[in-house]
């Protein structure tokens, strides 16, 4: 091994914790702030492949796919808000699904564990 490598990858380590909590807070904001989602999708798909190999690597994809979920919820019930409301069921039940993986992600986090593969 030579001098620094492990250094380097404690470094980038750090690096990548750091830009997983940042998407998280971003994703938790976006319940105020529409635009804060959008911006830490940007930061899951760009900083991806530096995160593989590592413990985030799984919360990276975690965030990808709460948010392309929660994309997919919130334009659906949207939609069917007209439909005697039957949309606000949707959205209500999507908000609580987008809080409980925010939260479960973040728990993970703290605790440096990997997020399940399959996504839940």
Not at 10 to 27: F, G, K, N, P
Not at 106 to 120: A, I, K, Y
Request: aromatic share 12%; net charge neutral.
């Amino acid at each position: 091994m030579t001098p620094g490598t492990g250094e380097s990858a404690d470094t980038t380590e750090s690096s990548a914790r750091t830009l997983i909590l940042a998407v998280y807070i971003l994703q938790a904001a976006g319940l105020a702030v529409a635009l804060t989602p959008v911006i830490g999708i940007i930061i899951n798909h760009v900083k991806l492949n530096e995160m593989r190999g590592t413990v985030y690597e799984s919360h990276c994809r975690w965030q990808i796919r709460t948010f392309w979920w929660g994309l997919f919820w919130l334009v659906a019930g949207s939609s069917l808000v007209p439909l005697m409301g039957a949309g606000f069921l949707v959205l209500a039940l999507a908000t609580l699904w987008y809080l409980y993986r925010i939260v479960r992600g973040f728990l993970n986090w703290n605790d440096r564990v990997p997020m399940p593969v399959g996504g839940d």
